[in-house]
C-alpha cells in the first residue's frame, strides 16, 4: 500500500496508530455511555456494520488523506463495539469465571490478530486492495451472523428507573441527563484501584502496540529471505500462544479468587497477580527476541514465549476492573478503558518518528530498528508491572459488585 499510494516510514507509523485512534479515542466516553444506556446488540451491529464498510472503503482509496479517513472510520467503529461486548460478558457469566469469560473473548482478538498475519498471504496472491476487499467482506457475514445468534438486549425498568424519580406530589422529575454522564465518569476516576489500574494498561498497551505496528517491519528487514515463514509463524505465534496464554490467564485469575482464604478482604486484587508475573516475564522474552544477527528459529522460539507469558493479562484486568466499579457505571469504565489504550497508540508514533530520523543519516537496517523497539518495549512491561501491583495492593472498593464476586 505504501509503495502504490505513496508515504514514508513516519505515515505508516500515524496511520496505523494515531490515525485509528483520532475519533476512537473522542468516542470511547461516548460509546461507553451508549452501552450503559442503549441496546448492546444494536451497537454491535451497527458498529461492525460501519468498520467493514471502512475496509472496503480502504480497498478503493486513490491518495493517503482518503486512507486516513477510511481508518478514522474504522477507529470510531470499533470504539463502540468494545463497550458493549464486555458489559454483555460481564452480564451474562458467571462472577466466579468472569476473567476466563473475558479472556475468551481476548482470544478472538488473537486469533483475529493471527489472520492479520496471513493477509500478507493474501497481498501476495492478490494484491492489497482485493486483500482489504475480502475482509471487509467477511466482515459483512460475520455480522450478519451475529445479528442471528446473538440474543437481543432489552433493558429493564430499571434504566429509565435510575434517571427520573418523583417530587412529594407525584409528579416526574428528569435528571439532567449530562450531570448523570459526568457523575458516572467522576465516579469510575474516584476510586484508586482504577486510576492505577488506567495507568498501568497504558504501559501495557504501549508496549503491545509498538510489537504490533513495528514487529512486522522489523522481522521483515531482519529477516528478508524469510518472509513467507515469518507470517505463518506469525500467525501461529498470535493463534496459539496468545490464545492459550489468554485462557489460562483468565483461568488462573479465576482460580486464585476462588481459592483465597476466608479472612481475605480483596480476593478481587489476587487477579492483577497474573498480570503482573506476565508481565514481568515478558520484558526479557522480548528484548532476547530483538537481538541481531541471531537465527531466524531463534527469534521467533523467543517471540513465541514471550506471546504466551504476555497474552495472560487482558482478562484478568477486564474482571478486575469490571468488578470493581459495578454494573452501572461498567460501560463508562470499559470505554475509559479503551481510551487508554487509544492514547498509547502515540507510542509507536513516536518509534516511528524516531526511526525515520536514523533512516536519514543510513540505509535501512534492522539493527538500527532493533535498538529502538527492543528496549522501548521491555520498559514499558516493566512499569506496567510496578503499577499492577501497586493496583493489586489498592484498598479494596466497598462495592456490590466485589462482594458478589467473592467465592461462598
Known amino acids: 500500500m ?8 513516519a505515515q505508516y507509523g500515524l496511520l496505523a496508530s494515531v490515525a485509528f485512534t483520532s475519533l476512537f479515542a473522542f468516542a470511547s466516553l461516548g460509546a461507553g455511555v451508549a452501552a ?15 468498520w467493514s464498510v471502512a475496509t472496503l472503503g480502504t480497498a478503493v482509496s486513490q491518495s493517503y488523506p482518503q486512507v486516513v479517513a477510511c481508518r478514522i472510520l474504522m477507529g470510531l467503529a470499533c470504539a463502540f ?5 464486555f458489559t454483555l ?3 451474562r457469566a458467571p462472577p466466579t469465571r468472569n476473567a476466563l469469560a473475558s479472556s475468551f473473548y481476548g482470544t478472538g482478538v488473537a486469533v483475529a490478530s493471527a489472520l492479520s498475519s496471513l493477509s500478507i498471504l493474501l497481498d501476495n496472491q492478490l494484491g492489497w486492495r482485493n486483500a482489504y476487499s475480502v475482509v471487509g467482506v467477511y466482515g459483512i457475514v460475520a455480522l450478519a451472523v451475529t445479528a442471528v445468534l446473538l440474543e437481543d438486549d432489552p433493558k429493564d425498568s430499571t434504566s429509565s428507573q435510575n434517571a427520573t424519580s418523583t417530587d412529594a406530589t407525584g409528579d416526574r422529575l428528569t435528571e439532567n441527563p449530562t450531570s448523570s454522564i459526568w457523575n458516572d465518569v467522576k465516579e469510575v476516576f474516584s476510586t484508586r484501584r482504577v486510576q492505577l489500574i488506567l495507568i498501568a494498561s497504558l504501559f501495557r498497551f504501549s508496549s503491545g502496540l509498538m510489537i504490533g505496528v513495528w514487529s512486522g517491519p522489523y522481522f521483515r528487514v531482519a529477516f528478508a529471505d524469510n ?3 515469518y507470517a505463518v509463524a506469525q500467525a501461529v505465534i498470535s493463534a496459539v500462544g496468545a490464545s492459550l496464554s489468554g485462557l ?9 479468587v476462588a481459592n483465597a482464604s476466608p479472612d481475605t478482604k480483596d480476593p478481587i486484587g489476587r487477579r492483577l497477580w497474573v498480570v503482573i508475573a506476565g508481565s514481568m516475564l ?14 531466524f528459529e531463534g527469534a521467533m522460539a523467543w517471540l513465541a514465549a514471550e506471546y504466551v507469558v504476555a497474552e495472560c493479562w487482558f482478562g484478568p484486568t477486564i474482571s478486575t476492573l469490571q468488578s470493581t466499579v459495578g454494573p452501572k457505571i461498567g ?4 470505554g475509559t478503558f479503551t481510551l487508554t489504550g487509544a492514547t498509547a497508540n502515540i507510542a509507536p508514533s513516536v518509534l516511528g518518528f524516531l526511526y525515520s530520523q536514523t533512516l536519514e543519516a543510513s540505509d535501512v537496517s534492522g539493527a538500527q530498528l532493533s535498538s529502538l523497539l527492543a528496549p522501548a518495549v521491555s520498559t514499558c512491561y516493566l512499569i506496567s508491572a510496578v503499577f499492577f501491583s501497586f493496583a493489586a495492593r489498592s484498598p479494596p472498593p466497598s462495592s456490590p459488585a466485589v462482594e458478589k464476586s467473592k467465592p461462598s
Open 227 to 229: 518472509q513467507s515463514e
Open 89 to 91: 460478558i460481564r452480564d
Open 248 to 256: 489460562a490467564g483468565g483461568a488462573t485469575a479465576d482460580w486464585l
Open 2 to 9: 505504501n509503495v502504490d499510494i505513496g508515504f514514508s516510514e
Open 282 to 295: 515478558a520484558s526479557p522474552a522480548w528484548y532476547f527476541a530483538m537481538q541481531p544477527g541471531q537465527s
Open 81 to 85: 463495539s468494545t463497550p458493549a461486548a
Open 331 to 334: 460501560g463508562i469504565a470499559q
Open 36 to 50: 450503559d444506556r442503549s441496546n448492546r446488540k444494536t451497537l454491535t451491529i451497527a458498529s461492525a456494520l460501519t
